[in-house]
């Protein structure tokens, strides 16, 4: 008879060594996830290993190349994880670095040459007797765990095959099939309260700041700061329609031609000034405006000549200064409509926040997550899921193929819906402006 004290029966293990690996960009509570995830298999007798700094040292691997303890991936022991759930950083680092980056179609996987990165990542993971692969990032590792799950049906039929399980990573909060990612409401406090304290700067000095906060390809993070930080306005890649959106065509070094959509910055500078005159009106001639960092995708293209892209085929948005352009441009505009001159300064918020002291609801979340793992892998033997968490950390296992599209093998992104209850939340506590 069994009793709510009881532990569930040790389902039978088909692995003997798991490896885990997080990739891109960090996220706090980010150690709860690991620790939780290496506990619960320790505890099943199986061994963990540790992928340090993403997929990195996996793609480089070859007979010159082998992977060397320590430097390529680490043993976890109960030692090594004692008390390293409420740690900041991630202990096994990160990166950028894309195995499938050269596989852009399921045709693709026929090409040798594309999958080389890929081949090279499952013979690594293999010469490590790595026999189970727990995937920790955001999207695109997302994306890179389910072209590893499709490379080893389609190119390497027959052989010993690594299940994957996704464990869904973000700060942004821009995943399908969960509600919200571990370490959102970590990065959400701490800008919030950057914000908080801009406000106060900029009473005292009768002044504006524009804060870009990080966000590239939704406004979670934005609007979530700004209804915390209590902003005067928040602008977001969803906000990018009407009188805000524009068309423009560029032309590619081959001749071909593609019209591509933009912001009208000029018309977003306007609303700003609507915003802050409505604050004069009330006596406030100070505030905070939040931007979406995204937003920057969306500049002009003389703006993005130059700058950089990763792996993943996404701009450098650091090397834009968003909050830059757009504190010089609001500036024209408010003398234009004024006559009178007001101090607006932009400031780059997020990376200050990725590391952040994680707070109680991530490391419950990260932790539950972390254990998903453990469950999908060893208690439900599946392979090419994404572990998520709805209701009171209720478990459940949402397979690659309802996250990630079928012909361009890119994840979906969630984005905010204009219409939904939350983005009413932001625009109704925000300023409220006259619209003519």
């Known amino acids: 008879m069994s009793n709510s004290l009881s532990y569930p029966a040790r389902p039978e293990i088909l692995f003997e060594r798991v490896g885990i690996l ?57 030692k090594v994880l004692s008390r390293t759930r409420n740690s900041q950083g991630i202990m096994i680092g990160t990166s950028r670095t894309n195995p499938g980056k050269f596989v852009a179609s399921p045709s693709d996987f026929a090409d040798t040459e594309k999958c080389r990165p890929l081949k090279a990542t499952y013979e690594a993971l293999r010469s490590i007797n790595v026999e189970a692969l727990i995937s920790i990032g955001g999207d695109d590792t997302l994306k890179t765990a389910n072209k590893l ?22 700060i942004d909060n821009d995943y399908h099939g969960i509600d919200f990612t571990f370490g959102f409401f970590t990065a959400v406090d701490f800008l919030a309260s950057e ?68 912001m009208n910055i000029q018309r977003i500078a306007e609303r700003i000034v609507k915003t802050m005159m409505a604050r004069e009106r009330d006596g406030k001639e100070y505030g905070v405006i939040v931007l979406a960092e995204g937003l920057a995708e969306f500049l002009p293209s003389h703006y993005l000549e130059g700058v950089r892209r990763d ?13 830059d352009v757009f504190s010089s441009l609001v500036g024209k505009v408010y003398t234009e409509k004024t006559q009178k001159k007001r101090r607006i300064k932009g400031l780059q918020l997020g990376y200050e926040s990725r590391c952040a002291k994680p707070h109680a609801f991530d490391v419950m979340l990260g932790s539950q997550l972390g254990v998903g793992a453990f469950r999908a892998l060893a208690e ?57």
């Open 195 to 262: 914000i908080r304290n801009l406000i106060y700067d900029a009473e005292v000095t009768r002044s504006y700041f524009i804060a870009e906060t990080m966000g590239r390809s939704a406004g979670w993070l934005a609007y979530g700061a700004a209804i915390a930080g209590e902003a005067s306005f928040v602008v977001s890649v969803e906000d990018i329609n009407g009188e805000f959106r524009e068309e423009e065509s560029v032309t590619a070094p081959d001749g071909t031609v593609t019209v591509r959509p933009v």
């Open 22 to 78: 997080f990739a891109g960009g960090p996220a706090p509570a980010a150690n709860a996830v690991i620790s939780a995830a290496a506990t619960s298999f320790l505890r099943a007798g199986v061994q963990v290993v540790g992928i340090r700094h993403g997929y990195s040292s996996l793609v480089e691997y070859s007979s010159e190349r082998p992977l060397i303890e320590g430097r390529d991936y680490i043993h976890f022991t109960p």
């Open 149 to 170: 799950k499709q490379y080893q049906e389609l190119v390497h039929k027959g052989n010993k095959t690594i299940p994957v399980v996704h464990l869904p990573k973000t």
């Open 380 to 436: 439900k033997k599946l392979n090419g899921v994404m572990v998520s968490v709805s209701g009171q950390l209720d478990l459940h296992y949402e397979p690659f193929e309802n996250l990630v599209d079928p012909e361009t093998l890119v994840t979906r992104v969630r984005y905010i819906k204009p219409s939904s209850d939350f983005h009413r939340l932001a625009r109704f506590l925000e300023t409220q402006v006259d619209d003519d």
């Open 311 to 323: 792996d993943h085929g996404h701009i450098s948005i650091s090397e834009i200064n968003l909050c």
